[in-house]
Nanobody
Framework: VQLQASGGGSVQAGGSLRLSCGAS????????FAWYRQAPGKKRELVAV???????NYADPVKGRFTISRDNAKNMVYLQMNSLKPEDTAVYYC??????????????WGQGTEVTISS
């Protein structure tokens, strides 16, 4: 299973970006999708998570501004980011866990997409 993320870029504070991430490769079933981010000099942190039934949870700094969603038919996850702030600047990574081949657990990371917010 591979994850491919896209949608990063550079915007001014107050702007919006939408990140996408797709899973592909073989016989698999995704359980939860998540987005993480890692700012320069900081540890990677959880941004948002979405379960198979689309229950969501968000880190406090992004609550009310970011929305995670998924398309199970396409094995896609999205992160709509509104009212962006300079402190949202980071490399964003998608993450997925699930089963491959019916029984083998996996956890995969996408390659990261860079988000830069200027003040």
């Amino acid at each position: 299973v591979q994850l491919q993320a896209s949608g990063g870029g550079s915007v001014q504070a107050g702007g919006s970006l939408r990140l996408s991430c797709g899973a592909s490769g073989g016989d698999f079933a995704i359980n939860a999708f998540a987005w993480y981010r890692q700012a320069p000099g900081k540890k990677r942190e959880l941004v948002a998570v979405i379960t198979p039934t689309s229950s969501t949870n968000y880190a406090d700094p992004v609550k009310g501004r970011f929305t995670i969603s998924r398309d199970n038919a396409k094995n896609m996850v999205y992160l709509q980011m509104n009212s962006l702030k300079p402190e949202d600047t980071a490399v964003y990574y998608c993450n997925a866990d699930g089963t491959e081949g019916g029984s083998h657990y996996f956890e995969k990371w996408g390659q990261g997409t860079e988000v830069t917010i200027s003040s």
